[in-house]
């Protein structure tokens, strides 16, 4: 209760990073997607960008794929720029009340179920409460692999084209 827009620079930084740290898989995940999809049409462009580059450099022989509508595909990527931003702001804004909410529930769960099962006391809920709550650090390490692996994949991509040349050693 109080203030409605407690700020979380965390949450602003780190964005679904923060999220899988804090166990907060699903919203995690969501933003992980939305950004993830918002960042299409900037790596369109930068992948042409990408593509000129290597051209320049002798390192393809031509195009892989040209990249259609650039001029249409820059307002979009400026539209998604914002969205991602809005995104971000929103999180630093409301993930304190968010995850405040979500740590209620979690409590509350464990209360009932100790309470069914006739075990409610000071040492069963503690344990309950430290196997439930907490920060995960195997989140943001999964989510980094997880970015990782799409990153070396599309790499791949421009490597494996039959239009790369392997520069030479020396």
């Known amino acids: 209760k109080g203030n409605k827009f407690d700020t979380n620079f965390s949450a602003f930084i780190f964005s679904y990073f923060y999220l899988f740290y804090r166990k907060m898989y699903a919203l995690g995940i969501a933003v992980f997607v939305a950004t993830s999809i918002l960042s299409i049409p900037a790596f369109l462009l930068d992948f042409s960008t990408l593509q000129n580059a290597y051209i320049q450099m002798g390192l393809l022989s031509q195009k892989i794929w040209e990249v259609p509508h650039t001029n249409t595909l820059t307002i979009y ?4 720029s914002i969205l991602t ?3 971000r702001v929103g999180l630093m804004l409301f993930f304190n009340r968010i995850y405040y909410r979500k740590a209620i529930l979690v409590v509350k769960g464990i209360k009932d179920g100790l309470a069914e099962a006739n075990a409610l006391n000071d040492i069963n809920f503690s344990v309950f409460a430290r196997k439930k709550g907490g920060p995960s650090s195997i989140g943001p390490i999964i989510a980094a ?3 990782l692996a799409v990153s070396m994949f599309l790499a791949y991509i421009i490597v494996s084209s039959p239009y790369f040349i392997m520069p030479a050693v020396f």
Do not use: P, R, T
Request: proline share 0%; net charge neutral; hydrophobic share 100%.
């Open 85 to 87: 931003w809005a995104i």
């Open 77 to 80: 990527a400026f539209i998604a």
């Open 145 to 147: 692999v997880v970015l």
